[in-house]
């Protein structure tokens, strides 16, 4: 990764796995640039950029298309180009990541589908123009409650499946420009976003015994994941969702010791 700058959003604190990634990229030589949201979180990544070597820190509501604009004009401005964005965000109501996915409200899955899936198209436009020339890589975070019913995760395995579908075609509109859109998966983690889902350490303790590998990923798992996603090494790969969890995904059912 040396030579190689990117962005990275959604890093809350030093469990997240966006720093996880943010910290594999540094080590590997990356130089990086970082988004927060509201003073309180930018105080938690101001001293941890810096420890990685970087002062780019940019204020970013996603949600906000003029606070979007305004960040990577600012990012243009110090690098005309870059080689990846890495986006870590996502976000639902905690008092509907419990109970039944039916009592979904309209206003919460309007809103988690607009952070957590839109945003990544919506970054996706503003990175292209600083990509086309030379190509680059995104990367988003996905996990299995996509695809197989998580007890709790509700309405966010919704807005997951949503983006990773949202990653295929990108991946096929930005790939004639050399430029890679993959997500990666990772078990549960213990995260503040993991937190917030209800029932999160059972979730996370069934994880870890059953999974064939008997664990559950680690910050570090997933940061070299995308090393190798943001790198040359994986200039070849795009459009796919890269599962970082212990192998649990091909599972039919507990180990027989857990039934």
Known sequence: MKGKRGLVMGVANDRSIAWGI?????????????????????????????SVGSDL???VDVTDDSSLGAAFTALTERWPTIDFVVHAIAYSDKSELSGRFLETSR????????????????VARRAYPMMRDAGGTLLTLTYQGSNRVVPNYNVMGVAKAALEAATRYLANDLGPDGIRVNAISPGPMKTLAGAAIG????????????????????????GGTAVYLASDAGKFTTGEVIRVDGGFHVLGMPQTEHL
Not at 30 to 49: C, I, M, N, S, W
Not at 109 to 119: G, L, N, Q
Not at 199 to 205: E, I, K, N, S
């Open 199 to 222: 029932g999160a350490r059972r979730t996370f303790r069934h994880t870890e015994e059953n999974a064939p590998l008997r664990s559950n990923a680690t910050l570090e798992a997933v």
């Open 57 to 59: 820190l940019l204020d």
């Open 22 to 50: 943010a910290k594999a990229l540094h080590e590997a030589g990356a130089e990086l640039a970082f988004t927060y949201q509201g003073d309180a979180f930018g105080k938690r990544v101001e001293p941890l950029a810096a």
């Open 107 to 122: 206003a919460n899955f309007k809103h988690s589908m607009d952070i957590s899936a839109y945003s990544f198209i919506e």
